[in-house]
């Protein structure tokens, strides 16, 4: 569904200003450009108008206003995805959640916690750790990622082997549809098998159904073990067989294992001075191995146990054992690095795909073949969730990165789509991979996916042009 560029009424403009009152809107050069440039530099366009209302109802005047008028709205959350979603196009108006920050409950009887959806997952992170419970959501931009764009996009992160997505973590929700329409969803019951289970259209939907304005989350005991390896492999079968080891073994404990090729690991260690590799780089592959338990003596144990058995087998060549949090935090630093290698390269194009395990090789060995291909210079690092089947690629090609990204889609979507994977594992689609959501997407489901588009923003004003055209 496209949405033709309009130029933003004066009079609705003002009406609008009126909902929030004056501390609740920008305008002009007071809007920041961290709150309309795109996070992938793909586009700066300063918009008319940027909302920050404080609760639902102001959500829901706005909304019922822009779909009266027909004014086309851009939903925001932390401004940290790498698909092209939030950032304003021409003639949006900017609806800003970050005012709408509330913890409203935790409850330890329920093992819930009730938020506003501008909460920062950080701060609900520490939040419930604070009375000893978990949320296991994590990934990297934890500090600036709300939770509203989390559902938004079915985040996953570091622990879904575990836990599973964000749609897995939530129990209910409050939306607020294109017209104003307020859905109250939010409920704590695990059971409840009522119709539909309406909260999954707004989960993933990348606000294109609504808007999600509150949510009740799961919560889980907090760990009383933790323990973290990083191994050296030299082959992608030990890889694989020591996932599958480590999940007799573990059982529930495991909670994250991650991998970096050696070309991700190079990276870290040539470009990210703040972060030190444990080894060398003599080693094909680096594998994050974490366990999370409640009784420590017998889980440090049983980490260690699997450790040395893997070891015996040749899965592991060498390892390094953190059980302490300074040392946890520093493997953990060394995984998570590879994301901030364009700050000392320059600009790297992010990938976030999905593949079956037994794929993984194959397709690491033959992106790398077809990059160089094409461009002999290319820098590529390779690394993610290989628990859950996601990888992540950073490329650069030199001072035309930015220019070439349809390009480099082309190569890396082309041989996802050969090995049918999906194209978005956890970051969705926006605007930057919807030329490529049908190499993943049946002609009938898509026709179902603006089926609803249609039935629940007919006037087409939420996130328009994002997902499909």
Not at 135 to 156: E, M
Not at 332 to 345: F, G, K, L
Not at 412 to 426: C, D, K, P, T
Request: proline share 5%; charged share 20%; glycine share 8%.
């Amino acid at each position: 569904m496209t949405q033709a560029a309009i130029v933003p009424r004066p009079d609705l403009l003002e009406r609008l200003k009126q909902i929030v009152g004056p501390a609740g809107y920008r305008d002009g050069d007071d809007i920041e450009p961290s709150s309309y440039e795109d996070l992938m530099q793909d586009r700066a366009i300063r918009p008319s108008l940027l909302l920050r209302p404080d609760c639902t109802e102001q959500v829901s005047a706005i909304l019922a206003l822009c779909h009266e008028a027909g004014q086309p709205v851009a939903p925001q959350g932390g401004m940290t995805g790498l698909v092209s979603a939030a950032a304003p196009l021409a003639g949006e108006v900017c609806l800003s959640l970050a005012r709408m920050n509330k913890i409203v409950e935790i409850d330890p009887y329920t093992s819930t916690i009730t938020v506003e959806a501008g909460t920062p997952l950080q701060t609900i992170q520490e939040q419930v750790d604070a009375h000893d419970l978990l949320f296991p959501l994590d990934l990297g931009a934890r500090g600036s990622c709300t939770i509203g764009g989390n559902l938004s996009t079915n985040a996953g992160g570091n622990r879904v082997i575990r836990y599973g997505m964000t749609r897995e973590l939530t129990i209910g929700l409050e939306a607020v549809l294109a017209d104003g329409t307020v859905i109250n969803n939010l409920h704590k019951l695990r059971k409840n098998n009522t119709g539909y289970d309406i909260k999954q259209l707004f989960i993933g939907s990348e606000g294109t159904l609504g808007i999600v304005t509150r949510a009740v989350l799961k919560l889980f005991p907090k760990p009383v073990s933790h323990a973290v390896a990083m191994c050296g492999i030299d082959s992608f079968q030990q890889v694989a067989d020591l996932l599958i080891h480590a999940q007799a073994r573990l059982g529930a404990n495991l909670s994250a294992f991650e991998a970096l090729w050696r070309n991700a690991w190079q990276l870290v260690d040539l470009h990210v001075p703040h972060t030190s590799v444990p080894f060398p780089d003599s080693h094909a592959f680096y594998v994050l191995v974490e366990s999370m338990g409640q009784d420590e003596a017998s889980d440090s144990e049983l980490f260690l146990d699997m450790l040395d058995e893997a070891h015996r087998k040749g899965l592991i060549d060498e390892v390094i054992v953190a059980d302490a949090p300074g040392k946890i935090k520093s493997l953990w630093a060394v995984r998570d690095a590879p994301a901030e290698v364009a700050s000392t390269v320059g600009y790297m194009h992010t990938y976030d795909v999905s593949l079956n395990v037994k794929d993984m090789e194959h397709f690491g060995n033959e992106v790398e073949r077809r990059l160089k291909q094409r461009w002999p210079d290319v820098m590529l690092g390779i690394f993610g969730h290989v628990g859950d089947g996601n990888l992540h690629l950073v490329i650069n090609v030199g001072a035309e990165t930015r220019s070439l990204h349809l390009q480099l889609d082309e190569i890396v979507y082309g041989l996802i789509r050969e090995l049918h994977g999906s194209v978005s594992a956890e970051h969705g689609i926006g605007i930057m991979k919807r030329p490529f959501l049908t190499w993943c997407r049946g002609d009938s489901e898509i026709a179902m996916m603006r089926g609803l588009k249609q039935a629940l923003d007919p006037r087409g004003i939420l996130s328009p042009g994002r997902v499909f055209a």
